[in-house]
């Protein structure tokens, strides 16, 4: 089972433009990841929930199916 950090995992996957925006996410308590809050280093898996809190008030939930750790 295949495992990345967070703040990578964000990047590749495009819902940030940079791994330093992903991590400034990280760190003002904007993701949450199986309901607790997320620090960039945690290592995401298949079958977690991921919360984001977007500008507005909106609020993007992810389930994550499958973890690639680089860019195709």
Request: aromatic share 6%.
């Amino acid at each position: 089972l295949s495992s990345v950090h967070l703040d990578i995992w964000l990047d590749i996957t495009c819902l940030f433009r940079i791994r330093s925006e992903a991590k400034r996410a990280c760190e003002s308590e904007k993701i949450y990841i199986n309901q607790q809050r997320a620090k960039p280093n945690r290592l995401i898996c298949s079958g977690d929930k991921i919360k984001i809190k977007r500008p507005f008030g909106r609020l993007q939930i992810l389930h994550v199916m499958g973890v690639a750790e680089q860019h195709l």
